[in-house]
T-cell receptor
Framework: AQRVTQPEKLLSVFKGAPVELKCNYS??????LFWYVQYSRQRLQLLLR??SRESIKGFTADLNKGETSFHLKKPFAQEEDSAMYYC????????FGPGTSLSVIP | DTGVSQDPRHKITKRGQNVTFRCDPI?????LYWYRQTLGQGPEFLTY????????KSRLLSDRFSAERPKGSFSTLEIQRTEQGDSAMYLC?????????????FGEGSWLTVV
């Protein structure tokens, strides 16, 4: 079964602290993994995808096939990073995890 | 704004009534997706279209739900005989061809409250 899990519903960090949002997946095949973000009162939008291997807004994520993980990391959290973050995988449709609400404390 | 648009943004209806939501995708996108999202959950897949063909339906889509995309452009999602458990955000998204290698763009969603 294709499934995405995010063990933390809520995560609070202080501004300037490192942040890691955990994501694990189960998928038979070669998954394409994503992180989506939803800022307050805005639509869901793509943050980054594993195949592009790029850093967006200081965030990076490495696909670890051995651990079936795709954790999202940022070395120094900013207040504007406060949002809902969804890990997702795709075959022909996007399958989302339950999301982690990140709160960055000033 | 040439993104995905949804209408209405909010709908309050009495239990047992029918409701219809409309989604206008990005014009050149041939894939269109419907998701449902409840508080504290990630979006759950309902169905998707390639052009006018409905290619997959989730088992979440009971027989009270029907989605159409008659001309391969806009789509409608109708819920008949609404129940309180139907209260949720209904999200529409579109992409160019398949998702692999492409980006899926979401609308702002249509909030449904069944009272």
């Amino acid at each position: 079964a294709q499934r995405v899990t995010q063990p933390e519903k809520l995560l609070s960090v202080f501004k300037g602290a490192p942040v890691e949002l955990k994501c694990n997946y189960s998928y038979s095949g070669s998954p394409e993994l994503f992180w989506y973000v939803q800022y307050s009162r805005q639509r869901l939008q793509l943050l980054l995808r594993h195949i592009s291997r790029e850093s967006i807004k200081g965030f990076t994520a490495d696909l670890n096939k051995g651990e079936t993980s795709f954790h999202l990391k940022k070395p120094f959290a900013q207040e504007e990073d406060s949002a809902m973050y969804y890990c997702a995988l795709t075959n022909d449709k996007v399958i989302f995890g339950p999301g982690t609400s990140l709160s960055v404390i000033p | 704004d040439t993104g995905v648009s949804q209408d209405p943004r909010h709908k309050i209806t009495k239990r047992g009534q029918n409701v219809t939501f409309r989604c206008d995708p990005i014009s050149e996108h041939n894939r269109l997706y419907w998701y449902r999202q409840t508080l504290g959950q990630g979006p759950e897949f309902l169905t998707y279209f390639q052009n006018e063909a409905q290619l997959e339906k989730s088992r979440l889509l009971s027989d009270r739900f029907s989605a159409e995309r008659p001309k391969g452009s806009f789509s409608t999602l109708e819920i008949q005989r609404t129940e309180q458990g139907d209260s949720a955000m209904y999200l529409c998204a579109s992409s160019s061809h398949g998702i692999r290698g492409n980006t899926i763009y979401f609308g702002e969603g249509s909030w449904l409250t069944v009272v």
